[in-house]
């Protein structure tokens, strides 16, 4: 297996993973062109036999160039618990910390256990706040992305 950074020819591949990736949430094509184009110094993915299996999409904030934040990180479900999501991110969490990152963050649906427990154990924490309530074992803000989308923010701190 071999973990590169994104390229922009990867977008259609990447959009095609995307999609076996449930509950996690699909784009238009054009967002994965986005990141494969203007982000692929921070976004990653994981080949084995030149086939796309993983992925990892993010990108550094325009505003404050000490924040990155996770957009999606999606591993075939045939090579799930192989290690590619770990080291997917690791690959990114030595890149943005050679960046001086101070906080990455993401969000997640309070469905999706498997992420709430891998970004656990990676050393996320689930966003504990007064926009918070808690659902479950998680902390989430209602409506976070509309009404009836509620969602789990995880962030990393370094310091």
Request: charged share 30%.
């Amino acid at each position: 297996m071999n973990i590169r950074n994104v390229r922009e020819g990867d977008f259609i591949r990447i959009a095609e993973l995307a999609w076996k990736c449930k509950p996690m949430a699909t784009e238009r094509n054009s967002i994965y062109h986005l990141f494969t184009k203007f982000f692929s110094s921070t976004s990653f993915v994981a080949e084995e036999d030149q086939r796309i299996i993983g992925f990892l999409l993010e990108f550094i904030s325009q505003d404050n160039p000490e924040e990155a934040y996770i957009h999606l990180l999606c591993v075939h479900p045939r090579f799930r618990r192989d290690g590619i999501a770990s080291k997917l991110l690791k690959e990114f969490i030595e890149t943005v910390k050679m960046r001086n990152i101070k906080r990455i963050s993401l969000i997640t649906k309070p469905i999706n256990k498997r992420a709430i427990s891998f970004y656990r154990k990676h050393g996320f924490k689930d966003y504990d706040g007064p926009e918070t309530c808690r659902n479950g074992d998680v902390n989430v803000f209602k409506d976070y992305n509309g009404e009836g989308e509620d969602m789990v923010l995880f962030e990393k701190l370094f310091m």
